[in-house]
Nanobody, 125 residues
Framework: QVQLVESGGGLVQAGGSLRLSCAAS????????MGWFRQAPGKDRDFVAT????????HYADSVKGRFTISRDNAKNTVWLQMNSLKPEDTAVYYC??????????????????WGQGTQVTVSS
């Protein structure tokens, strides 16, 4: 079992940057593909980015490609989401998630096994 704790959210002006962190418990972090998702009020939880177990493969939603970067350090049991050039439409609660089943990371939220509690990101115009 994996417990995930996100941090790093906050209020930032459009064009600014934030770095989200997701710390995982347990000694098997490297067995999980990791994903970041976000959910705005009244909307579905949307895929943002994924990273493979060893970090060699990443995938991004078109809306964040070129602005966001996902990375991980298995020795530190941590995955990050660096968010640059933020836009008001990036405002949402951001969640990290762990998938222990698939080798190729999935973009489907319902295929992830474990979730963090979320961290709020608010981008003002």
């Amino acid at each position: 079992q994996v417990q995930l704790v996100e941090s790093g959210g906050g209020l930032v002006q459009a064009g600014g940057s934030l770095r989200l962190s997701c710390a995982a418990s347990g000694r098997t972090f490297s067995r999980y593909a990791m994903g970041w998702f976000r959910q705005a009020p009244g909307k579905d939880r949307d895929f943002v980015a994924t990273i493979s177990r060893k970090g060699g493969s990443t995938h991004y939603a078109d809306s964040v490609k070129g602005r966001f970067t996902i990375s991980r350090d298995n020795a530190k049991n941590t995955v990050w989401l660096q968010m640059n050039s933020l836009k008001p439409e990036d405002t949402a609660v951001y969640y990290c998630a762990a998938d222990g089943t698939r080798v190729v990371p999935t973009t489907r939220a319902d295929e992830y096994d474990y979730w963090g509690q979320g961290t709020q990101v608010t981008v003002s115009s």
